[in-house]
């Protein structure tokens, strides 16, 4: 069987980390992309040359010219700014969105039927106006977040009960933003949920509420130490989870930002919920029942989202 081939646009802090993430997994040959002529080519010779040591024989090289995307299986896109202290993801929109403007030309032309997951912030703005200027189908489109933050819940929840992080089951859902909801009724520990450990003394709402404040400002507070750039490590494993059960059909359960047609009363938005990802990309989008907090929180961050929209079609006329 031939090897896949997964592009990676960006070769930036995340997509090298996706690169030799996906070269140790063996998951195929690896294109990396960036308008930065060198960095591709150099990352990609120094990441081959892992392979004697590690023993992986994917083919990685590096490319400023779209026409060497041709063909993706699978393509993960890191093009654009990341955020420095001081600023919200959302300040990244106008200049993000004139790179996906390019990337979306540049994927429809070369690879249009490859499986694409949108890392690019602010996220779910940047999802749905790269599936706009691509074209590409609504189900072969979708926004990594949700398995980011609900790694991160997961991470600190861990830590509060003290048990290991392989059992514990988290949600996040909406916007990945401030607004962000990380859903306790759907966290559990071994499918013990959150308020049963909580009244056996596990922890307290107090802590646990924090726990969700912290969640919800995960990505600051890694921008806040690094000082240069933002989280890469969690980001790119998020998206390899995403792009592995796509790849061999997993079928699995995911938070992601995906194209909601009505489901949750939205429409026409690109919003964390959980999906199913299998061969034919998003292949189902789950509605799970919320309590009225839970579903007051998740409009806030889908109004927030709306926003995003209404200054993406201002800035260009094409969306609108
Ligand atoms: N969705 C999420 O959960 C997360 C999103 N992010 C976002 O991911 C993006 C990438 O982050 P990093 O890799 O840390 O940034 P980075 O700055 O290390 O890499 C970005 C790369 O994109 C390249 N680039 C810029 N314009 C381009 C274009 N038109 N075509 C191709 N490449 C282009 C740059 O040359 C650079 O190499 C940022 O927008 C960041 O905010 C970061 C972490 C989590
Ligand atoms: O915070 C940022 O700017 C990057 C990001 O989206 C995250 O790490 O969640």
């Not at 790694?151 to 509060?160: C, D, K, Q, T, W």
């Not at 859902?173 to 306790?184: A, E, N, S």
Request: charged share 20%.
């Amino acid at each position: 069987m031939a090897r896949k081939k997964i592009a990676l646009i960006g070769a930036g802090n995340i997509g090298g980390t996706l690169a030799h993430l996906a070269a140790l997994k063996g998951l195929g040959d690896i294109v990396l992309f960036d308008v930065v002529e060198g960095v591709p080519q150099g990352k990609a010779l120094d990441l081959s040359q892992c392979g004697p040591v590690e023993g992986f024989d994917a083919r990685i090289t590096g490319s400023n010219d779209y026409a060497d995307i041709a063909g993706a299986d699978v393509i993960i896109v890191t093009a654009g700014v990341a955020r420095k202290p001081g600023m919200s993801r959302d300040d990244l929109l106008g200049i993000n969105l004139k790179v996906m403007k390019a990337v979306g030309e540049g994927i429809a032309a070369n690879a249009p039927d490859a499986f694409v997951i949108c890392i690019t912030n602010p996220l779910d703005a940047m999802v749905w106006a790269l599936r706009e200027f691509s074209g590409l189908p609504h189900t072969k489109v979708v926004g990594m977040a949700g398995v980011l933050d609900s790694a991160r819940f997961s991470h600190f929840l861990a830590e509060e009960f003290q048990v290991s992080v392989k059992d514990v089951n988290s949600f996040v859902l909406g916007g990945h933003g401030d607004t962000m909801v990380p859903v306790l009724e759907y966290s559990t520990v071994s499918g013990i949920p959150v308020s049963d450990l909580i009244a056996m003394g596990f922890s307290t709402r107090e802590r646990i509420d924090a726990i969700v404040q912290r969640t919800r400002s995960g990505g600051g507070e890694i921008v806040g130490l690094l000082k240069t750039g933002s989280a890469f490590y969690a980001p790119a494993t998020s998206a390899i989870a995403m792009a592995e059960s796509y790849l061999y059909d997993k079928k699995r359960v995911l938070p992601a930002a995906a194209h909601l047609t009505g489901q949750y009363g939205v429409d026409d938005l690109y919003v964390g919920v959980p999906i199913i990802i299998g061969k034919d990309g998003v292949e189902k989008i789950i509605e799970i029942s919320l309590t009225d907090e839970a579903k007051t929180n998740l409009a806030v961050s889908v109004d927030a989202v709306k926003e995003l929209l209404v200054a993406c079609k201002a800035i260009d006329g094409s969306l609108a």
